[in-house]
């Protein structure tokens, strides 16, 4: 995806792998998210191959290609309130993409998968 980090040097391509590692390190910062999917832990992430992030993170490019939406699945801690976690993560997550990538975030998607105990 192109980011206009810095339109004095050119166009930057970010690669969709780093919007998947920046996505899931910031959803899984957020006090009461257990994993990405059902397993994908915080310190798993970095790590974690563009093949298994993709299966809990889907990012799409809008039309004009400077914006992007992204979904992520989640699964939580039993005690947190669902709403609030939902919002958290959607928050951080935009934030996050537009603070080290300059692209638009226009839609975060939070979808739970799974409750751990």
Known sequence: MNSNLNPKI????????????IAGLAATEVKGVYALGRKLTHDMVPVAGIKTLSKCIKIVSEKDESAISIKVALTVDGSVALPKISEDVSSRVKSAIEAMTGMKVVKTDIQIVGVAE
């Open 10 to 21: 050119g166009s930057v391509e970010v690669a969709d792998e780093v919007f998947l590692t």
